[in-house]
């Protein structure tokens, strides 16, 4: 059984910084991809910023240059350091794994979400 444990939410001031991080736990075999979704009230999940093997990156245009992904495979651990955040980035933030748990289990986990909150 894998489960995602996130951490780092809250409430920050525009302008201000915040860092989020995952962790996976139970039986890992392989990481395919590491990221993290943001849903707001209203609006589809999105995809904020991922990291696939072999440590292609991406991210949502609304984030690139205020947002970085890191990832430590060993750790099964991703985070994300937000910067220069706005009212915008107010939203449930889901970490998301993509693994191999046995040579015959291959799924996606998510997170249980954490609230992020710009305001001042």
């Known amino acids: 059984q894998v489960q995602l444990v996130e951490s780092g939410g809250g409430l920050v001031p525009p302008g201000g910084s915040l860092r989020l991080s995952c962790a996976a736990s139970?039986?890992?075999?392989?990481?395919?991809?590491m990221g993290w979704y943001r849903q707001s009230p209203g609006k589809q999940r999105e995809l904020v910023a991922g990291?696939?093997?072999?440590?292609?990156?991406d991210y949502a245009d609304s984030v690139k240059g205020r947002f970085t992904i890191s990832g430590d495979i060993a750790k099964n651990l991703v985070s994300l350091q937000m910067n220069n955040v706005n009212t915008e980035d107010t939203a449930v933030y889901y970490c998301?794994?993509?693994?191999?748990?046995?040579?015959?289990?291959?799924?996606?986990?998510w997170g249980q979400g954490i609230q992020v909150t710009v305001s001042s």
């Open positions: 139970g039986t890992i075999s392989a990481i395919y991809f």
């Open positions: 998301n794994f993509d693994l191999r748990s046995s040579v015959w289990s291959r799924s996606a986990y």
């Open positions: 990291i696939l093997t072999g440590g292609m990156i």
